[in-house]
Antibody
Framework: QLQLQESGPGLVKPSETLSLTCTVS??????????WGWIRQPPGKGLEWIGS???????YYNPSLKSRVTISVDTSKNQFSLKLSSVTAADTAVYYC????????????????????WGQGTLVTVSS | DIVMTQTPLSLSVTPGQPASISCKSS???????????LYWYLQKPGQPPQLLIY???NRFSGVPDRFSGSGSGTDFTLKISRVEAEDVGVYYC???????????FGGGTKVEIK
């Protein structure tokens, strides 16, 4: 059974960089047909896709966050990571890592909204 | 960006009664491959979301058949034929047709039991 587990600091100071890692167990992050993504949820609010990465390193980001987000993958450790720079209180949220299928468009493979595995989520608070 | 609009914001349902949630997208979700990239999720209290329905009307593995999805183009509906206590939570629709990718969720519909 595939499992995803987020890890990282629960408290980050304003203007600093939020860093989280998702460790995948029970399966390989190098499997074809899957993207690995980050999704967040501010307390009491809805869900926001942050971005996704393929094991090859191909990434896609939410345009509203793109200037501050970097997602990377370490296939040797079966992990992928999120960095969000210049954080503010508005970045306080539960951060989920997840696996989703890809789909084929004439220009390539892209992350689909078919998300079949989620981590339990980790709350990151931005505060001084 | 494709905006997903869900209605109602909340529902209070008597057990055994049906429930219906609407999701409208600002652009068609029909892809040239013939598939429509509209998905439904349920987030139970204190849990991550779980996939219910993919590509409009296909139930994900293990999802009870009281859940059904329908619609086309820009208008979609999730129906629960007979609501049970375990169905409480927030339901979200989501799309993934936009390129470059920008996966977006609806604002959510909270379902509670009367």
């Amino acid at each position: 059974q595939l499992q995803l587990q987020e890890s990282g600091p629960g408290l980050v100071k304003p203007s600093e960089t939020l860093s989280l890692t998702c460790t995948v167990s029970g399966g390989s992050i190098s499997s074809s047909s899957y993207y690995w993504g980050w999704i967040r949820q501010p307390p009491g609010k809805g869900l926001e896709w942050i971005g996704s990465i393929y094991y090859s390193g191909s990434t896609y980001y939410n345009p509203s966050l793109k200037s501050r987000v970097t997602i990377s993958v370490d296939t040797s450790k079966n992990q992928f990571s999120l960095k969000l720079s210049s954080v503010t209180a508005a970045d306080t949220a539960v951060y989920y890592c997840a696996r989703h299928l890809d789909y084929y468009d004439s220009s390539g493979y892209y992350p689909a909204a078919f998300i079949d595995y989620w981590g339990q989520g980790t709350l990151v608070t931005v505060s001084s | 960006d494709i905006v997903m609009t869900q209605t109602p914001l909340s529902l209070s349902v008597t057990p055994g009664q049906p429930a219906s949630i609407s999701c409208k997208s600002s652009q068609s979700l029909l892809h040239s491959d013939g598939k429509t990239y509209l998905y439904w999720y349920l987030q139970k209290p204190g849990q991550p979301p779980q996939l219910l329905i993919y590509e409009v009307s296909n139930r994900f593995s293990g999802v009870p058949d009281r859940f059904s999805g329908s619609g086309s183009g820009t208008d979609f509906t999730l129906k629960i034929s007979r609501v049970e206590a375990e169905d409480v939570g927030v339901y979200y629709c989501m799309q993934s047709i936009q390129l470059p990718p920008n996966l977006t969720f609806g604002g959510g519909t909270k379902v509670e039991i009367k």
